[in-house]
Nanobody, 118 residues
Framework: QVQLVESGGGLVQAGESLNLSCAASGNTWSINGMGWYRQASGKQREMVATILSGGTTKYADSVKGRFIISRDAKKTVYLQMNSLKPEDTAVYYC?????????????WGQGTLVTVSS
């Protein structure tokens, strides 16, 4: 099994930066892609950024040029968020694509709240 624990959320003002971390534990050898998703109050969860094991990244249009996703060899994934806007306020969830031996499943962290004040 794989467990994900996020950290780094908090309250910041518009224009400031935050760095989120997500530490994976357990059978981390089975992890392929990892990513960050967010869910604002009253809205559906949306993809923010993803990164494959080979390093290929993908970003939502709303965060391109402001957010940077990265991961290290220990299966920790980071989200550097710059030039934050009030519309970035949401609960941010870490996600991992995990190989079970016969299929991929998605594992989620508990989420960390990011609040950006104007």
């Amino acid at each position: 099994q794989v467990q994900l624990v996020e950290s780094g959320g908090g309250l910041v003002q518009a224009g400031e930066s935050l760095n989120l971390s997500c530490a994976a534990s357990g059978n981390t050898w089975s992890i392929n892609g990892m990513g960050w998703y967010r869910q604002a109050s009253g809205k559906q969860r949306e993809m923010v950024a993803t990164i494959l094991s080979g390093g290929t990244t993908k970003y939502a249009d709303s965060v391109k040029g402001r957010f940077i996703i990265s991961r290290d060899a220990k299966k920790t994934v980071y989200l550097q968020m710059n030039s934050l806007k009030p519309e970035d306020t949401a609960v941010y969830y870490c996600n991992a694509e995990v190989w079970t031996g016969y299929k991929y499943i998605e594992v989620w962290g508990q989420g960390t709240l990011v609040t950006v004040s104007s």
